[in-house]
């Protein structure tokens, strides 16, 4: 058996070269992957259905995606154009978040090649989220009573503001975003624990702080984990603003890997966020998320 990972062509949605957001990511890491041999097939997710999305979003967002008539304003507040090939995208990577959590149920650890869109709340995207496939993905997973108590680790440099609005009342979905204080969002949302990061933080400190928020997330039970690795957190990332090096983020990764799957709880690993200045290295730190699952294979 091979670490499932959930891929496909339509994650790279089209959208114009200016547009500051790495849409080839996608696909290039597919190819990294394919490259590396730490997969030989992709599961290939399913757009998700309007029923499924409908747990963690209005209807009437969901339809001004769908029919493509979402005002100019929200549009940009998302920073895509909410054409055919983005819509397309926006349903098949949610489809995507969900079958790898369903996959993870059983092989503990599974992981998709986008997903981690936090900053989606119940009404509007934001921030190049359109739909905030996580929180889909928990609400389906609780909806089937395939989970109970779900932990979203969030670890992407931006807070995890999406999450922690649609899960303020849910006690059975723990909100945990560890970020740094002064990245976008402005406004902060309130998560179960958030954990605020100085500018220019560095690799000793940020495993540290890790160490001992796990330390006492270990303290709860939870039957579900999803994680989101976004790889801003670099110290060559456009966007972020800590100090992270390469290896900083590999051990990160590891160190949340290992300390869910040795208490075999279930981990479904998703993007989130990553503007490095070099493209080749935002796909090498994305596929450390992949990599370090797969070496449990
Ligand atoms: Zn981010």
Same mark, same amino acid.
Not at 17 to 23: H, M, S, V
Not at 114 to 121: I, L, V, Y
Not at 228 to 241: F, T
């Given at each position: 058996m091979e670490l499932p990972i959930i891929n496909h062509p339509d994650y790279v949605a089209k959208i114009n070269?200016? #547009? &500051?957001? *790495?849409?080839k990511k996608f696909g290039a890491l597919a190819n990294h992957l394919l490259e590396k041999r730490v997969v030989k097939t992709f599961y290939v997710p399913e757009p998700c259905s309007v029923e499924t999305m409908k747990t963690s979003h209005s209807l009437e967002y969901i339809n001004h995606i769908k029919n493509k008539t979402l005002d100019l304003k929200y549009q940009k507040k998302i920073g895509f154009p909410i054409n055919d090939s983005v819509v397309r995208r926006s349903f098949v990577a949610t489809g995507g978040t969900v079958l790898a959590s369903k996959l993870a149920l059983d092989a503990k650890l599974a992981c998709n090649t =986008? !997903?981690? +869109?936090?900053?989606?709340?119940f009404e509007m995207g934001a921030g190049y989220c359109v739909f905030n496939d996580v929180a889909v993905a928990a609400n389906y997973l609780k909806n089937k009573k395939y989970a109970k108590k779900i932990l979203i680790l969030d670890l992407d440099v931006h807070q995890g503001n999406g999450n922690s609005e649609i899960f303020k009342k849910d006690r059975d979905v723990l909100t945990f975003s560890m970020h740094? =204080? +002064? #990245?976008? *969002? =402005? &406004?902060k949302s309130k998560s179960d624990i958030d954990i605020e990061l100085k500018d220019n933080t560095e690799d000793t400190e940020y495993l540290k702080i890790l160490n001992g928020n796990l330390k006492e997330l270990n303290k709860n039970s939870y039957d579900f984990v999803f994680y @989101? =690795? !976004? @790889?801003?957190?670099?110290?060559?990332?456009?966007? !972020? &603003?800590l100090k992270i090096t390469d290896e900083g983020i590999n051990i990160r990764d590891k160190t949340v890997i290992e300390n869910f799957y040795s208490k075999k709880i279930p981990l479904c690993g998703v993007l989130g966020g990553g503007y490095n200045k070099s493209f080749d290295k935002l796909i090498e730190l994305h596929s450390m998320l992949h990599k370090n699952c797969a070496s449990y294979f």
């Open positions: 070269d200016d #547009n &500051k957001f *790495p849409i =986008a !997903g981690g +869109s936090h900053h989606a709340t740094c =204080a +002064s #990245n976008y *969002p =402005a &406004k @989101v =690795a !976004g @790889v801003d957190i670099h110290h060559e990332d456009r966007l !972020g &603003k």
